[in-house]
């Protein structure tokens, strides 16, 4: 049974602390799959911050590609002109600002490697009185001749055909070593750097409108509108308008121009040192002619001969090439490293020409953070640190992103940094969790201690009970036997006529008849103990007067407690008639004086008293003895069924061996008949020695 036990409780450690393993990994599990769902959820929003950007990348560069060519040219004759004789001039719908969604400061680069824009009609320089639009274009203007032309001119004073004819050559041409990124794909060192911090928690998005957005128009116009577009302006204008500063004579006074000349806000020189301090004589006629064209004058339609001589055409193919990028090198701070601009070839004929714009670097991180704004989910925020860096005290991680998405415009990367407004709520919900779970495990600890002690102490009741099981058996065979023997014993003696004193035969049969009682007695101890296990014990409560029954029984038992050396004395008090069961009450008063001769059969004084009173709603039935007394450590156990005191002594001679033995069922029977009848059984105490058991029945009420 032991062995069973302890084998189901390793068992059942075993199995909780697995469980409890299990469940802490179960946890460990939730917590990176919180994690790893969070981090899904970074990288949803930066996928559709990284679809909207492309989004709005695309429609710009799509419209910028579909743009006329003409527009870039300050006076520009429409394409849908019906009198060929009659061509208006118009004034560029660019020429209001220079900013213009992504694009600021349109240009066009002509052949002879001059430069205009929709901002002003030509070169010199508008003087100071005019407006401050086209006194920037100016500054602009010097921007790109000391930037954008060197680096696409390798050298060549002029641009000639094929210099920048496709997006496979520009990336095979060598790059400055101050150039950022090209369209090419070079890194910056920016970018460098933050190759080199990526890790599972950052990620490229590729942003590729350059290449997915564009495809190269071919048209056909007509020559006239062609050459028309080409001229500067009326030919009665062309004495007041000069010719653009050609390429070489730009570079040259770049080169005169003073190292301490001020920049602007672009890295430019200022506006005197643009214009050589020179007055404009004409700046006035330029702008009055500007405001007549406004109002849609007429240029006659002219012709302007190839150069071998041959007889013109009345068609001309045209063909746009697609945008491609370029990153050069400017003082103010950018977040790509230089200042970025889309350049697309326009080839007409054998004239080549390069038009474009710088990125609005500002116009892209405000459509980049409204996209962000608009994707942010709960408990997230975001911040560009190259373009709006936030300083952050040496040593603080709480400010570190939870996600970093590298948007690659392909000319340059943008790192956007996702980060939690409270980025200690994972952890938060995890000790949490696991504070939660350690008291469930502790729960269950408990649980499964107390259910195993409780187990344990079942087992070992169970097997003190089949123990007493055991003794109680032997005991019974024991009590049994000794009557029976004696009883035999003088049933042959009486048969073979061997007994002829008259006194030993009254002796003989007056010891067969207390052994036939004693029998008696037991055998009913047995079936009463039985009955009252399984419920079946029936009581007859009768009026009647309890004095009289305990009288009769101690007359009854006075013989035998009489040939075991006591002498029984009777004090029954004055007690009122009251229902009881007669044989219950027989049953008590028999077993607490046959367990007083039992265990006082050594005692020096061998005096039984049995007494009744009335003790408040209870009728008390007493049995004091002087022998060696109950010790207060097994009181309550001698109720118990099959239980015995162990330790009482046996001392003296005894005419019957099983003096001190017994089954252990009279006080058990003592104490549910009492119960029965409503009372009580307590133990007391007899000076000097000596124990006195109290039986209380309660009185029902008069008249009841």
Same mark, same amino acid.
């Given at each position: 049974?032991?062995?069973?036990?302890?084998?189901?409780?390793?068992?059942?450690?075993?199995?909780?602390?697995?469980?409890?393993?299990?469940?802490?990994?179960?946890?460990?599990?939730?917590?990176?799959?919180?994690?790893?769902?969070?981090?899904?959820?970074?990288?949803?929003?930066?996928?559709?911050?990284?679809?909207?950007?492309?989004?709005?990348?695309?429609?710009?560069?799509?419209?910028?590609?579909?743009?006329?060519?003409?527009?870039?040219?300050?006076?520009?004759?429409?394409?849908?002109?019906?009198?060929?004789?009659?061509?208006?001039?118009?004034?560029?719908?660019?020429?209001?600002?220079?900013?213009?969604?992504?694009?600021?400061?349109?240009?066009?680069?002509?052949?002879?490697?001059?430069?205009?824009?929709?901002?002003?009609?030509?070169?010199?320089?508008?003087?100071?009185?005019?407006?401050?639009?086209?006194?920037?274009?100016?500054?602009?203007?010097?921007?790109?001749?000391?930037?954008?032309?060197?680096?696409?001119?390798?050298?060549?004073?002029?641009?000639?055909?094929?210099?920048?004819?496709?997006?496979?050559?520009?990336?095979?041409?060598?790059?400055?070593?101050?150039?950022?990124?090209?369209?090419?794909?070079?890194?910056?060192?920016?970018?460098?750097?933050?190759?080199?911090?990526?890790?599972?928690?950052?990620?490229?998005?590729?942003?590729?409108?350059?290449?997915?957005?564009?495809?190269?128009?071919?048209?056909?116009?007509?020559?006239?509108?062609?050459?028309?577009?080409?001229?500067?302006?009326?030919?009665?204008?062309?004495?007041?308008?000069?010719?653009?500063?050609?390429?070489?004579?730009?570079?040259?006074?770049?080169?005169?121009?003073?190292?301490?000349?001020?920049?602007?806000?672009?890295?430019?020189?200022?506006?005197?040192?643009?214009?050589?301090?020179?007055?404009?004589?004409?700046?006035?006629?330029?702008?009055?002619?500007?405001?007549?064209?406004?109002?849609?004058?007429?240029?006659?339609?002219?012709?302007?001969?190839?150069?071998?001589?041959?007889?013109?055409?009345?068609?001309?193919?045209?063909?746009?090439?697609?945008?491609?990028?370029?990153?050069?090198?400017?003082?103010?701070?950018?977040?790509?490293?230089?200042?970025?601009?889309?350049?697309?070839?326009?080839?007409?004929?054998?004239?080549?020409?390069?038009?474009?714009?710088?990125?609005?670097?500002?116009?892209?991180?405000?459509?980049?953070?409204?996209?962000?704004?608009?994707?942010?989910?709960?408990?997230?925020?975001?911040?560009?640190?190259?373009?709006?860096?936030?300083?952050?005290?040496?040593?603080?991680?709480?400010?570190?992103?939870?996600?970093?998405?590298?948007?690659?415009?392909?000319?340059?990367?943008?790192?956007?940094?996702?980060?939690?407004?409270?980025?200690?709520?994972?952890?938060?919900?995890?000790?949490?969790?696991?504070?939660?779970?350690?008291?469930?495990?502790?729960?269950?600890?408990?649980?499964?201690?107390?259910?195993?002690?409780?187990?344990?102490?079942?087992?070992?009741?169970?097997?003190?009970?089949?123990?007493?099981?055991?003794?109680?058996?032997?005991?019974?065979?024991?009590?049994?036997?000794?009557?029976?023997?004696?009883?035999?014993?003088?049933?042959?003696? *009486?048969?073979? %006529?061997? =007994? @002829?004193?008259?006194?030993?035969? !009254?002796?003989?049969?007056? #010891?067969?008849?207390?052994?036939? $009682?004693?029998?008696?007695?037991?055998?009913?101890?047995?079936?009463?103990?039985?009955?009252?296990?399984?419920?079946?014990?029936?009581?007859?409560?009768?009026?009647?007067?309890?004095?009289?029954?305990?009288?009769?029984?101690?007359?009854?038992?006075?013989?035998?407690?009489?040939?075991?050396?006591?002498?029984?004395?009777?004090?029954?008090?004055?007690?009122?008639?009251?229902?009881?069961?007669?044989?219950?009450?027989?049953?008590?008063?028999?077993? *607490?004086?046959? %367990?007083? =001769? @039992?265990?006082?059969?050594?005692? !020096?004084?061998?005096?039984? #008293?049995?007494?009744?009173?009335? $003790?408040?709603?209870?009728?008390?039935?007493?049995?004091?003895?002087?022998?060696?007394?109950?010790?207060?450590?097994?009181?309550?156990?001698?109720?118990?069924?099959?239980?015995?005191?162990?330790?009482?002594?046996?001392?003296?001679?005894?005419?019957?061996?099983?003096?001190?033995?017994?089954?252990?069922?009279?006080?058990?029977?003592?104490?549910?008949?009492?119960?029965?009848?409503?009372?009580?059984?307590?133990?007391?105490?007899?000076?000097?020695?000596?124990?006195?058991?109290? =039986?209380?029945?309660?009185?029902?009420?008069?008249?009841?």
């Amino acid at each position: 049974m032991y062995t069973r036990l302890i084998i189901l409780s390793v068992v059942i450690v075993i199995a909780v602390c697995g469980l409890g393993g299990l469940g802490y990994h179960a946890i460990e599990k939730w917590s990176e799959g919180l994690e790893g769902a969070r981090l899904g959820e970074f990288a949803e929003v930066a996928e559709q911050v990284r679809q909207d950007v492309k989004r709005k990348l695309d429609e710009f560069i799509r419209a910028e590609q579909q743009r006329e060519y003409t527009e870039y040219r300050y006076y520009y004759v429409p394409a849908n002109v019906v009198d060929a004789q009659q061509m208006p001039l118009l004034r560029s719908p660019l020429g209001n600002e220079l900013s213009n969604s992504f694009a600021y400061g349109y240009f066009q680069v002509e052949p002879d490697g001059s430069v205009v824009t929709p901002y002003y009609p030509g070169e010199p320089a508008p003087p100071v009185e005019q407006d401050e639009l086209a006194r920037e274009a100016q500054r602009y203007v010097t921007n790109l001749r000391r930037n954008i032309i060197p680096s696409v001119g390798s050298g060549s004073d002029t641009l000639v055909a094929g210099q920048i004819d496709r997006e496979a050559e520009v990336e095979s041409r060598p790059v400055p070593p101050a150039t950022a990124k090209t369209r090419a794909g070079s890194p910056t060192p920016a970018a460098v750097e933050m190759s080199e911090a990526k890790s599972s928690r950052s990620k490229a998005y590729p942003i590729e409108s350059l290449k997915e957005a564009q495809e190269a128009q071919t048209f056909t116009q007509q020559r006239s509108l062609m050459e028309s577009n080409f001229q500067q302006a009326a030919p009665s204008q062309q004495t007041e308008l000069s010719v653009i500063e050609p390429l070489s004579q730009s570079r040259t006074r770049r080169a005169q121009q003073p190292a301490s000349a001020p920049l602007d806000r672009r890295g430019v020189a200022g506006n005197a040192a643009v214009a050589g301090g020179q007055p404009n004589a004409v700046a006035d006629s330029m702008q009055t002619q500007a405001d007549q064209y406004e109002g849609a004058p007429t240029l006659p339609s002219q012709s302007i001969s190839p150069q071998d001589g041959s007889s013109p055409s009345e068609m001309v193919q045209i063909r746009v090439e697609p945008f491609i990028a370029l990153v050069v090198p400017g003082q103010e701070p950018s977040i790509f490293g230089g200042q970025v601009f889309l350049l697309r070839h326009v080839q007409i004929e054998d004239r080549r020409l390069l038009q474009g714009f710088q990125l609005d670097e500002q116009k892209l991180i405000t459509e980049v953070e409204e996209s962000a704004k608009r994707f942010m989910r709960d408990g997230m925020t975001f911040e560009l640190p190259q373009a709006r860096p936030t300083p952050q005290p040496a040593g603080d991680t709480k400010g570190e992103p939870a996600y970093t998405a590298i948007l690659d415009f392909g000319f340059g990367d943008l790192a956007l940094n996702l980060t939690e407004i409270d980025p200690a709520w994972i952890p938060k919900r995890i000790g949490e969790l696991h504070f939660i779970y350690f008291g469930i495990i502790a729960t269950v600890a408990v649980a499964v201690s107390l259910a195993l002690a409780s187990l344990w102490h079942n087992v070992r009741t169970q097997m003190a009970l089949v123990r007493k099981k055991d003794d109680f058996i032997s005991a019974v065979s024991h009590e049994l036997r000794t009557p029976l023997t004696s009883i035999r014993m003088y049933a042959e003696m *009486l048969e073979k %006529n061997w =007994v @002829k004193s008259t006194d030993k035969l !009254a002796e003989y049969y007056r #010891t067969m008849r207390q052994e036939s $009682e004693r029998l008696s007695r037991l055998v009913e101890n047995v079936l009463d103990f039985a009955r009252l296990q399984k419920g079946r014990k029936r009581y007859a409560f009768e009026l009647g007067s309890i004095n009289d029954c305990v009288g009769k029984v101690v007359e009854m038992m006075r013989p035998y407690a009489e040939q075991q050396g006591f002498t029984v004395l009777t004090n029954l008090g004055k007690v009122e008639q009251t229902s009881f069961d007669k044989d219950a009450v027989t049953q008590i008063v028999v077993n *607490l004086i046959d %367990n007083a =001769v @039992k265990y006082a059969h050594g005692a !020096a004084d061998k005096m039984i #008293t049995v007494g009744t009173r009335t $003790e408040a709603a209870f009728t008390i039935i007493e049995v004091e003895d002087h022998g060696p007394g109950i010790p207060h450590r097994q009181r309550r156990k001698v109720f118990d069924q099959f239980y015995r005191c162990d330790d009482a002594p046996v001392e003296g001679p005894s005419q019957n061996s099983s003096a001190a033995t017994g089954t252990g069922l009279g006080l058990t029977l003592v104490k549910r008949f009492a119960e029965a009848h409503g009372g009580y059984v307590e133990i007391g105490s007899v000076e000097p020695t000596g124990v006195v058991l109290r =039986v209380g029945l309660a009185t029902p009420p008069t008249g009841s």
